[in-house]
T-cell receptor, first 113, second 111 residues
Framework: DMKVTQMPRYLIKRMGENVLLECGQD?????MYWYRQDPGLGLQLIYI???????SEGDIPKGYRVSRKKREHFSLILDSAKTNQTSVYFC????????????FGHGTKLSVL | QQKVQQSPESLSVPEGGMASLNCTSS?????YFWWYRQHSGEGPKALM?????GDKKEGRFTAHLNKASLHVSLHIRDSQPSDSALYFC???????????FGAGTRLKVIA
């Protein structure tokens, strides 16, 4: 059905708590991404995963880590969340070959208080 | 300075009018460009890509690329209220999986 699903849609956490954002896709795409979106900054790449256990830092990886144990599932983890990590987080996937379109999920709006 | 810059930040056009959005890259390695559209509360959706000099038309949307000036534009003719959204330009190197996004242009189509 060509879908990227993110859970949860909204999340409120206190500073210092751990955060787990989950993403699934049904297209068997090898490549998956985590972006964050902030007003005036567009979308910034946090991590890219080329396949299971093959992850690479993006432009703003500090404070984040990822896990990909199955091709269809990609998790973003914030250990001890900070207030400046309040943002909207998007997961995306793409078919192999590079320069392909990204399929985005609906996003997770995270507030760290 | 962002590697991909979009202008204007916001744009209002009347229904049925033409909307023109611009994107300029400061990195000559970026040869592949995508336009994405994001409606409020949703994730971005790909509109079209362009990597050859000149125009590419898909329905009411026309993208134009000038590699010499690293300038990409998106023109939407016969704009509809449903075209009101945030539009992103994304650039990447040929064969690369990583994209750099601009900050976006917010388009409002006034009925």
């Amino acid at each position: 059905d060509m879908k990227v699903t993110q859970m949860p849609r909204y999340l409120i956490k206190r500073m210092g708590e751990n955060v787990l954002l989950e993403c699934g896709q049904d297209m068997s795409h090898e490549t998956m991404y985590w972006y964050r979106q902030d007003p005036g900054l567009g979308l910034q790449l946090i991590y890219i995963s080329y396949d299971v256990d093959s992850n690479s830092e993006g432009d703003i990886p500090k404070g984040y880590r990822v896990s990909r144990k199955k091709r269809e599932h990609f998790s973003l983890i914030l250990d001890s969340a900070k207030t400046n990590q309040t943002s909207v987080y998007f997961c995306a996937s793409s078919s192999p070959g590079g320069n392909e379109r990204l399929f985005f999920g609906h996003g997770t709006k995270l507030s760290v208080l | 300075q962002q590697k991909v810059q979009q202008s204007p930040e916001s744009l209002s056009v009347p229904e049925g009018g033409m909307a023109s959005l611009n994107c300029t890259s400061s990195d000559r390695n970026f040869q592949y460009f995508w336009w994405y559209r994001q409606h409020s509360g949703e994730g971005p959706k790909a509109l079209m890509s362009i990597f050859s000099d000149g125009d590419k038309k898909e329905g009411r949307f026309t993208a134009h690329l000038n590699k010499a000036s690293l300038h990409v534009s998106l023109h939407i003719r016969d704009s509809q209220p449903s075209d009101s959204a945030l539009y992103f330009c994304a650039a990447s190197e040929t064969g690369n999986y990583k994209y750099v996004f601009g900050a976006g242009t917010r388009l409002k189509v006034i009925a």
